[in-house]
């Protein structure tokens, strides 16, 4: 792949960027002398903070590049996967967060072994460890092509070089300055993102309207695709039913996503930092798929050699002072916000979950503070071998994380969707079901041609089935739900006359907050609009 002329003006922009994040980091690391400090903060992070971060944390590179590379070969259509965050968060705010923030932990898997056992509870962790040191290295790879466009460094060398970055300012801050360096991250993101859209509308060929009735002619802006094939992969079907279970188990069982949460002040900042995410994700979407669609109008449909790379050589394309460095720190900053987010959560789980709880239990908050980062740079090593193993690929970096997910997230869902809802699993049980439906998924991945959203479904289907079955087989029917249940959380508030609320907001499990009525008329209100969309143009 060819470099373009950088130059020193956008050297100037990228530099400035990249030693404001490291800065950051450095400046917070004076508030981290703990374990805890490190893992979840000092309790006193602002909820919207939070949300940026959760919100930068999902987008990634991989939406920046491969939401466009996407749409460009498949049209709108792709947004169906995206269509379900309200009710995702709808269910993980129910359910999920107050599981996890009343308990006081920082690993969120600390929970399986509460209602289930220990063993449950190492399973999780090392399905999390391996799955988000998959994806992450996606993330890494998306961010490398970055550098190796801009600079003509060879991916392998700039695979390297963001993760030292990355690695500097998680390793000094934690958590913290995971969050805020996210915040600045976003704003870089915001940013490039309106500086391309504008860009690209005042280059197209045709104004834009006129411009979208061509792309509706040719089947590129039907957003709706209503079709019950299971081999397509973008139907609303999917998006609604199948993406919906896996975008559960990524905001509600993923510690990565669930660790900042823990930073909150309160569970009502912890919630809304979820509803942040809620009611912004389609906007995002849209607006990086419709990118995807114009693209393929300005460039004619023609095809490349890597589709990651079409804002990279748009953005080149302009010869404006000052913008490929702008792109460059968006793309960047995009990939870090995931990348630190990934570091510190799989440092931390490494830590509490096993070094902690099998190696050494008794040890000072200082020894674990050490023990953390020494992990961080671990893993920030082991992503490095996959990110390598991606440049082989050239389709859209977006879809092929989606799909590595894919393969873990049914046990994810089945393990927390049992603990939380079924009376008679054990821990026998549950890990057979784990073990059957991994089976069961490898079978259908390599001798059907159904669409991989649907991994999460059949997984997580067969892991239910089986675990219940084998646990009434080998443990018989139990007498009473377990009280890290739903029912058995909000027996003992009732039994020992907890407050059900704080602040006007629930922190039992299981109850709906009254701010959380908006998202199905949100989700309803975003399918409408998409057709809408489609119709009047």
Known sequence: MLAVEFGLVNWVVLSIYLSATIFLGFALSRKVSSADDFFVGRKNIPWWAIGTSVVATYVSALSFLGGPAWAYSEGLSVIAIHLNYPIVIFLVIAFFLPFFFNSGVASIYEYLERRFGPTSRSVISFIFLISQSLTT??????????????????????????????????????????IWTDVIQAFVLFIGAVIIVYALINNLSLPLGETLAILKSEGKTNALNFSFDPTQVSTVWSGVIAMTLFHITVYGANQMMVQRTLASKSIGDAKKSFLMMAYLAIFIYFLFFLLGILFYSYYGGREFDNSN??????????AIPGLMGIIAASVIAASMSSLDSALN??????????????????????????????????WAAVIIIPAIMYTNSTGSVLETMSKVGSYFVGAKLAMFGLGFFSKHTTERGLLI??????LVLWWVSTNTDIAWPWFCAIG????????ILASLMIDGPQREYSKFSVKGQQKYFSDNGLSLTQ?????????????SYGLPIFFIFSIAALYLFNLVI
């Open 345 to 378: 959560s799989m440092a931390t789980v490494s830590t509490i979950d096993f070094y902690q709880k099998y190696i050494r239990s008794n040890a000072t908050s200082t020894h674990y503070l050490n023990v953390s980062r020494l992990f961080t740079i671990f």
């Open 433 to 438: 079901g784990v073990g059957v439906g991994f």
């Open 309 to 318: 790379t079409i804002i990279l050589e748009f953005a080149s394309s302009l």
């Open 137 to 178: 290295s996606a993330v890494l790879y998306a961010t490398a092509l970055v550098i190796e466009f801009i600079t003509g460094i060879d991916v392998v060398y700039a695979i390297v070089i963001i993760t030292l970055v990355a690695l500097i300012y998680t390793v000094m801050g934690g958590i913290a300055a995971v």
């Open 503 to 515: 602040d006007g907001w629930f922190l039992v499990p299981g109850r709906i907050d009254k701010q």
């Open 460 to 467: 997580g289907g067969v892991n239910i089935t089986v675990s």
